[in-house]
């Protein structure tokens, strides 16, 4: 199966400032047929199921604020909220659905400081 | 609007069965592809189970593959995890997810299983 690792596991970042979550998966997601990578990632709040943020790396779900970007490809990844809003409190995961089941990171805790 | 409701969670204890149901509405189910993804308590997310729309395709993570069984009715809109041979371990939030292809687009809120003598 592939692995998928966040960094950092806790993050704590003021209001209007930049937040930087990572991730790295153990093999390539990006696929030589299409030239996509096969990532996403998840926001969850306390008490909700994840909602979807970001697909194929960097395509933002319909509905999200252009504060979150994702960039990244291969087996690297990056989730970017530019201005951090109190409402962005949330765990965040990445997942790739590239192949072998789909696999999650271990989640990535976003605090306000 | 999209919604997914599941419903038959609840305490059993270990070696026990529940199957659980998820309702779906606000979109063409007989289209999409489905999943049950899990979160232990205070854990993260695991895919349980996925299956494609005519169910020619169903897939499971090692650790229930032989115990569970996903299933779906297109005319009821509905998808299914019949749980059997229930552990300890198997004590999550139960989410329908439905899959865009591969993206998981739309998740519902859960229903809980807790595995306790």
């Known amino acids: 199966d592939i692995v998928m690792t966040q960094s950092p596991d806790s993050l704590a970042v003021s209001l209007g400032e930049r937040a930087t979550i990572n991730c790295r998966s153990s093999?390539?997601?990006?696929?030589?047929?299409?030239?996509?990578?096969?990532f996403a990632w998840f926001q969850q709040k306390p008490g909700q199921p994840p909602e979807l943020l970001i697909y194929?790396?960097?395509t933002r779900k319909s509905g999200v604020p252009d504060r979150f970007s994702g960039s990244g490809s291969g087996t690297d990844f990056t989730l970017t909220i530019s201005t951090l809003q109190a409402e962005d409190v949330a765990v965040y995961y990445c997942q790739q659905y590239y192949g072998g089941p789909i696999t999650f990171g271990q989640g990535t805790r976003l605090e306000i400081k | 609007e999209v919604q997914l409701v599941e419903s038959g969670g609840g305490l059993v204890p270990p070696g026990g069965s529940l199957r659980l149901s998820c309702a779906a509405s606000?979109?063409?189910?007989?289209?999409?592809?489905m999943h049950w993804v899990r979160q232990a308590p205070g854990k993260g997310l695991e895919l349980v189970a996925n299956i494609n729309k005519d169910e020619t395709e169903k897939h499971y993570v090692d650790s229930v593959r032989g115990r569970f069984t996903i299933s779906r009715d297109n005319a009821k809109n509905s998808l299914y995890l019949q749980m059997n041979d229930l552990r300890a371990e198997d004590t999550a939030i139960y989410h329908c997810?439905?899959?865009?292809?591969?993206?998981?687009?739309?998740w519902g809120q859960g229903t809980l299983v807790t595995v306790s003598p």
């Open positions: 093999q390539s997601l990006l696929s030589n047929s299409d030239n996509k990578n096969y």
């Open positions: 997810v439905r899959g865009a292809g591969w993206i998981q687009d739309y």
């Open positions: 606000g979109f063409t189910f007989s289209a999409s592809y």
């Open positions: 194929w790396a960097s």
